[in-house]
């Protein structure tokens, strides 16, 4: 019988970590070594997590956060169990957090602080900032300090010159950026710039996640969609397909049937989804400036002008406006009948 062997999940530290991660891999494997384990296998996964998750977020209008997008491709907790009983059934899992004997020896981060410090464990951990990187863990009410931010400044500090730049779509994901001269190409290429241009700006998205790429992206991506997503598609997509898709990012249902029924719809309302966005990044905040789309057939600078009615007739909307009053005429005919008009009881029936 063959020796039995655990895979762990590890981060190198006290807390989980992410995928983009700025960290001394070698020291995070001597640590690994040090501690017992035989060997360890290090990933790269920064393409796939930008292809697969946040693009794909990007498509959806949703603003996951990165911790929640990130989860689905490291597997953690409940949504570790459920992503590798999908991959492979046979796997055994052991969650130490589940068994009394652990959970009763560290019942939070002082023990594990004292722990790590009685064995001589480094960690990046200490009393006086025991939080992780997204985020300190209680009293919301109180913003949290500069030094927490890993990724961007803080909106006071940010340069006092904004930053132009343009973004470029196709079929819904970001295929260039061009900024001062420079173009670049390339999903992780292009997520990576967004997040210096972003964090130079001390731009964030909401909580104490350090996303400014995605935010930036996001923002783009929904102001092309106005010019040339049709509207009814589009409310389809925001009210079910969004919310479910992101639902199974969140509950760790990524590896399901339901979330690659919803996939496909989401790609299918992108194909249309081309063209380019200028924006600007100031102090915190991201500016569109302008958009054109050489695919689009939504949008007719002459339909939409004041000084012209070629495309359209007034006269069109008279019988619309007819059929859509019937019920409210006799609602309201209904009110005043029943002594409860819709508007004061001076004004019914004054000329």
């Known amino acids: 019988m063959s020796e039995k062997r655990v895979c762990l999940a590890y981060s190198g530290g006290l807390h989980r970590r992410y995928v983009g991660q700025s960290e001394d891999f070698e020291a995070v494997e001597k640590k690994a070594l040090a501690l017992g384990a035989e060997r360890m296998v290090i990933e790269n996964l920064q393409q796939e997590f ?4 946040i693009f794909r977020a990007i ?59 009685e064995h001589n464990i480094p960690v990046s951990s200490t009393p006086k900032a025991p939080w992780s990187m997204d985020g300190i863990l209680e009293r919301i009410e109180q913003a949290p300090p500069k030094e927490l931010w890993k990724r961007t400044v803080d909106p006071l500090d940010a340069p006092d010159k904004p930053t132009n730049f343009s973004i470029s779509f196709e079929k819904g994901i970001p295929v260039k950026v061009e900024v001062d001269g420079e173009t ?15 964090r130079d700006n001390g731009l964030k998205s909401r909580g104490c996640y350090d996303t400014p790429g995605l935010t930036i992206a996001r923002l783009a991506h929904i102001n092309l969609e106005g010019l040339v997503l049709d509207s009814k598609v589009r409310t389809l997509r925001d009210r079910y397909v969004t919310t479910e898709w992101s639902q199974c990012l969140y509950n760790g249902m990524y590896f399901s049937p339901e979330r690659e029924f919803l996939e496909n719809s989401i790609i299918f309302s992108q194909k249309n989804v081309n063209g380019t966005v200028h924006m600007m990044a100031y102090k915190g905040n991201a500016y569109v400036l302008g958009r054109f789309s050489e695919t689009s057939n939504l949008y007719s600078e002459t339909e939409a002008s004041m000084d012209s009615l070629e495309g359209f007739s007034p006269e069109a909307t008279s019988g619309f406006l007819t059929i859509q009053a019937i019920r409210l005429e006799k609602y309201g005919a209904a009110k005043i009948k029943e002594g409860e008009p819709l508007v004061g009881k001076h004004l019914v029936g004054k000329q």
Do not use: Y
């Open 50 to 53: 930008v292809d697969e998750f």
């Open 184 to 198: 670049i190409t390339g999903s992780l290429a292009i997520f990576k710039k967004l997040n210096d241009i972003g």
């Open 59 to 117: 498509q959806c209008h949703r603003m996951v956060a990165l911790l929640s997008c990130g989860n689905r491709l490291l597997a953690r907790q409940v949504r570790f169990e459920l992503a590798w009983k999908a991959c492979d059934p046979s796997l055994s899992i052991i969650a130490p957090w589940r068994e009394p004997k652990f959970f009763n020896r560290f019942q939070g981060r002082k023990d594990l602080l004292d722990f790590a410090k």
